[in-house]
């Protein structure tokens, strides 16, 4: 039986919709992460998705690979201009089989190392990332930082969207000792009632770096966003730079 932790059911539920819901302008992260791949670098996206990212990178001449867990997310690539010429496996981004090195850059992007929602599969995704990177190859995550004060009592209820036909709510329960956030998040309309779970296990940025030691990675630079802005106690988010020893 599929689990929220599981990539066919979250793309079951959301690689349809998902493009439209996540109206995300890749064009920073794309620059940031052209800049990083030196000329004929070979570059692998965990967790590729519907191409966000990856297509316009590939646009720019960077030789792109991919790995995701969804079929359904990689039908939706394939579909796109340009997707189907992006090798895709379909696999879990923590084990990486079927990916074979070396690679000069790997990228994980849209907090999406949070959907493997145990520390011991994150740890198992850095270390099999490391050992597909070559010596000095680099590895880029991208990831909120949890706000815990966002929770009374463990708990979180707010509203996404709100028109005179519609409500798009969503529900969280926090567990502060295994890390994770269990959400829940439900459309009202016309058609009925819609349910889109989610888990994460969130990861502190300290705990990440951590993660990367155990790999053999070391970092090297940390953002608050793309545009390179400084890393400071009041981020919510950040850009980090590991790089292979």
């Given at each position: 039986m599929s689990s929220f932790g599981d990539p066919?059911?979250?793309?079951?539920?959301?690689?349809?919709?998902?493009?439209?819901?996540?109206?995300?302008?890749?064009?920073?992260?794309?620059?940031?992460?052209?800049?990083?791949?030196?000329?004929?670098?070979?570059?692998?996206?965990?967790?590729?998705?519907?191409?966000?990212?990856?297509?316009?990178?590939?646009?720019?001449?960077v030789r792109v690979e991919g790995i995701e867990g969804s079929a359904a997310m990689v039908e939706r690539m394939r579909a796109r201009p340009g997707g189907a010429g992006i090798p895709v496996v379909v696999g879990d981004m923590a084990d990486l089989e079927g990916i074979d090195g070396?690679?000069?850059m790997a990228y994980l992007v849209f907090n999406t190392l949070f959907n493997l929602t145990s520390q011991e599969r994150q740890v198992d995704c850095f270390r099999n990332v490391a050992r597909v990177l070559r010596p000095g190859g680099r590895f880029v995550i991208e990831a909120f930082v949890q706000d815990v004060a966002a929770f009374d009592n463990g708990q979180r209820v707010a509203a996404r969207a709100?028109?005179?036909?519609?409500?798009?709510?969503?529900?969280?329960?926090?567990?502060?000792?295994?890390?994770?956030?269990?959400?829940?998040?439900?459309?009202?309309?016309?058609?009925?009632t819609t349910l889109r779970p989610l888990l994460l296990r969130y990861a502190w940025p300290s705990e990440l770096d951590l993660m990367a030691r155990l790999a053999g990675l070391?970092?090297?630079?940390r953002y608050t966003d793309w545009d390179r802005s400084p890393f400071t106690g009041k981020s919510t988010r950040h850009?980090?730079?590991?790089?292979?020893e």
């Open positions: 066919d059911f979250y793309g079951d539920r959301y690689a349809h919709e998902y493009d439209d819901r996540t109206e995300l302008d890749p064009t920073a992260a794309v620059a940031f992460l052209a800049a990083l791949v030196p000329a004929g670098g070979r570059v692998l996206e965990l967790a590729a998705g519907t191409g966000r990212v990856t297509l316009p990178l590939a646009a720019r001449g070396p690679y000069d709100l028109t005179e036909e519609s409500v798009d709510m969503e529900y969280q329960i926090h567990d502060p000792v295994a890390q994770t956030v269990t959400y829940q998040r439900v459309t009202i309309d016309a058609a009925g070391r970092r090297t630079a850009v980090t730079v590991y790089e292979r």
